[in-house]
T-cell receptor
C-alpha cells in the first residue's frame, strides 16, 4: 500500500525556536498534501492543504506566517513552525493523496513539545 | 461546513465481544474513510468506503450514503483493538479535504 513517511517523530525544543517537519510519499506521487493538528483527547483538525508547486491554502484561524508550508515536489512537503511557543505544542500529522478521488494516506505524526 | 458525529464517544468491551460504531454526517459525501488511531498516535487506514459494504478479517464497514451514515463492526474484539476510531469524510462543498468525526474511544479488557 501507499506509504507516507513523516520526520521527526518527536521534537522537544525551547520557546522561540523554529521547527521543520518533513512529510514524504515514498511510493506514489502526492499531488496534494495535508497538514493536521491534534490536541490531546480531540479529533484531527485540518490546518492547510498544499498542492505541488502552489501556495498552501490555510484553514480559517491558522496563521500562515506562523506555519510555513512548502510543497516543492510530488513527494515532499514541509511544515515549519516559526518562533514556536508552548501553545504550539501538539501532535502534527501529514497526509498525502494522488489525483482523482483517492484515499488519503497518513504519516505517523510528530509530537512537538515547546518548553 | 459538514458536521460529522460519531457514537458512542466511549466504549468498554470485554475481550471477545462484538461492537458497532456509528458515523453520522450532515451532507452528501463522495469519500469516507475509517481509521484506527493506536496509543502511539499512528492512524491506521481501515476502510475506504464511500458506499456499500466491505470486510477485512474481524472488521467490516457499511456506508449508506443516501441516509448519511456509516457503521464499523468489530467482531471478537481483542485488546489490540483498543484506541480511538475515527471516520472522516470528503464532501462536495469541501473540495478534496477530509473532515474528521468526533471519534470513539474503545477500550477492550481481558
Amino acid at each position: 500500500g501507499a506509504v507516507v513517511s513523516q520526520h521527526p517523530s518527536w521534537v522537544i525544543c525551547k520557546s522561540g525556536t523554529s521547527v521543520k517537519i518533513e512529510c514524504r510519499s515514498l511510493d506514489f506521487q502526492a499531488t496534494t498534501m495535508f497538514w493536521y493538528r491534534q490536541f490531546p483527547k480531540q479529533s484531527l483538525m485540518l490546518m492547510a492543504t498544499s498542492n505541488e508547486g502552489s501556495k498552501a491554502t490555510y484553514e480559517q484561524g491558522v496563521e500562515k506566517d506562523k506555519f510555513l508550508i512548502n510543497h516543492a515536489s510530488l513527494t515532499l512537503s514541509t511544515l515549519t513552525v516559526t518562533s514556536a511557543h508552548p501553545e504550539d505544542s501538539s501532535f502534527y500529522i501529514c497526509s498525502a493523496t494522488g489525483t482523482g478521488n483517492q484515499p488519503q494516506h497518513f504519516g505517523d505524526g510528530t509530537r512537538l513539545s515547546i518548553l | 461546513g459538514i458536521q460529522v458525529e460519531q457514537s458512542p464517544p466511549d466504549l468498554i468491551l470485554q475481550e471477545g465481544a462484538n461492537s458497532t460504531l456509528r458515523c453520522n454526517f450532515s451532507d452528501s459525501v463522495n469519500n469516507l474513510q475509517w481509521f484506527h488511531q493506536n496509543p502511539w498516535g499512528q492512524l491506521i487506514n481501515l476502510f475506504y468506503i464511500p458506499s456499500g459494504t466491505k470486510q477485512n478479517g474481524r472488521l467490516s464497514a457499511t456506508t449508506v450514503a443516501t441516509e448519511r451514515y456509516s457503521l464499523l463492526y468489530i467482531s471478537s474484539s481483542q485488546t489490540t483493538d483498543s484506541g480511538v476510531y475515527f471516520c472522516a469524510v470528503r464532501w462536495a462543498g469541501g473540495g478534496n479535504k477530509l473532515t474528521f468525526g468526533t471519534g470513539t474511544q474503545l477500550k477492550v479488557e481481558l
